[in-house]
Structures are given as structure tokens and as C-alpha cells.
């Protein structure tokens, strides 16, 4: 056997698992920098993803980075240049503090308010873990 052929044979012989991963993936920053503004170009489909408001990930940034940001059409713009390895970092941190239930790891939470006291429920595994972030 050819190994080009040994490569098509390991190809069909993977079981579908392995291409359907569902683990699930921080989103990334997709932007530029415009003048001495951030433009960031897939804030709301990073949003959708992490199943969570906008206004409320854009509320939380602006507080981590210090720096004012505004929704223009539908993009977010930041009022001065920042690194996207910076928002990222903030972008994880939050979908770990948010978003990711601490139990089964899966994505599949709602923040709800309990007694005035604010907590990540897991729809997946029922766990529900104090937010101790605050915004
Ligand atoms: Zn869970």
C-alpha cells in the first residue's frame, strides 16, 4: 500500500467523533485599529456565542480595559488602540467567570439573581456557583 493510500484509508477509518468535536471554544477578537481607535468586527457574534447580552460583555471590558467603548452599526468601537491579545485575555477571563459552569465545564449557563446575590446556574448539570466578578 501507497502511503498516499494509507493516509485516504486513515481518513475513512476515523469515526465521526473525532470530526464533530464539542468542546467548546472561547471565541476570538476579529478587529483593527483605525487612528487612535479599536475596532472590533464580530463582538456580537462573540456574544451570541457565549449566549450572553452585549451590553453586558461590553460593560465588563470597558471595566477591564479602562477604556470607554461604543456599538456603531455592528461593530464595537474602543476609544483608544489596544492589542487583541489584551481583549482576548478579557474574553477568556469572562467566559471563565460568566459562562463556563465550573462543575461539567459546558457553556450551557444563565446568570440569575438569587437573594441579590448573583450566580451561574448550569443548565447541563444543575450546578450553580457564585459570581464573585463583579461589573
Ligand atoms: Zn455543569
Known amino acids: 500500500m501507497s502511503y498516499e493510500e494509507m493516509l485516504k484509508r486513515g481518513k475513512k477509518d476515523l469515526p465521526d467523533v473525532v470530526s464533530k468535536s464539542e468542546r467548546f471554544e472561547t ?37 477591564e480595559l479602562a477604556t470607554p467603548g461604543h456599538f456603531e452599526d455592528k461593530r464595537l468601537v474602543f476609544g483608544r488602540k489596544l492589542g487583541s491579545t489584551m481583549i482576548n485575555e478579557k474574553i477568556a477571563k469572562y467566559t471563565h467567570d460568566f459562562v463556563l459552569c465550573e462543575k461539567c465545564g459546558k457553556p450551557d449557563t444563565q446568570v440569575i439573581n438569587e437573594n441579590g446575590k448573583l450566580l451561574k446556574k448550569c443548565m447541563a448539570c444543575g450546578q450553580k456557583t457564585d459570581i464573585k466578578t463583579k461589573i
Open 27 to 63: 471565541p476570538r477578537v476579529k478587529g483593527h485599529v483605525e487612528g487612535n481607535k479599536t475596532i472590533i468586527v464580530n463582538f456580537f457574534q462573540m456574544a451570541d456565542t457565549l449566549n450572553r447580552k452585549p451590553e453586558h460583555l461590553l460593560k465588563y471590558l470597558q471595566r
